[in-house]
């Protein structure tokens, strides 16, 4: 195998999504470098992998990083995995992947599960545009000023949320962007209890109180992005925006209708532009 820095993913749940190339890799590495070696040694024994394993996260002392670099400068190559899923995706591994294209190694995806991922491919939401929000903040000030801030956002949103925040991460959705906003729990992916809850926020909020399963296991949760609000552009702003964009670049036509209507910018630039 090429020498360089292999990022693996592993499955989410059901070890049934592993793909063949990731059983490969990780065999044929000099070493595998794990966020929990302890948590990924069944994962290997399942698959007969017997490459010695490293712990390695991003706070990771120099040593383990000493070790990685001698076995890739030596012309080895490295495994990275995480607990489950893609590495660096809410998972250890942005700052060695960094360090390996600052030294010029060569970094190789090796492409699997993502829960975020899967999530979307079954939610009914639009996939077009879609923010990956991870974790939102632990405490409530911080993630309800994170979530105001996204109030406006028209792509859809993805979030991880820890089983015992979902109910109060649901009621700030509910409150902050609005309750009518359609939303889906994804749980316990590629697993036995797997389940989909889709409705809008408030309904949702009132099923999870409801049944405190609904708040157990792994969970990803995605709000569809809020409304363009197109309908604001009356036929006179329509008109003005026209004639401004005649003689201005449209970000700067847009910039002045908003400012005289108390719009958003980016919803006057986006109609100038799909005209
Ligand atoms: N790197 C992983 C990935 O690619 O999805 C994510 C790691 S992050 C530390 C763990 C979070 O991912 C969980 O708290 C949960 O929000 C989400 N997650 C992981 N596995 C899941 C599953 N099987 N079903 C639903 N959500 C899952």
Known sequence: MDSGLYVVATPIGNLGDMVPRAVEVLQAADLVAAEDTRHSAPLLKHFGIDTPMLAYHDHSDQRALSRIEQCIESGGSVALISDAGTPLISDPGYRLVRHAHEQGWAVVPVPGASAAIAALSVAGLPTDRFLFEGFLPARAAGRQARLEELATETATLVFYEAPHRVLDTLGDMRDLLGEQRVAVLARELTKTFETLLRAPLAELVARV?????????????????????????????????????????????????????????KLLYEHLISR
């Open 209 to 265: 109180e409801a049944d405190s399963n609904q708040s157990r296991g792994e969970i990803v949760l995605l709000v569809e992005g809020a409304e363009t609000r197109s309908g604001d552009i009356t036929p006179e702003i329509a008109r003005m925006l026209e004639l401004l964009s005649e003689t201005l670049p449209p970000r700067q036509a847009a910039g002045l209708v908003a400012d005289a209507f108390g719009l958003r910018k």
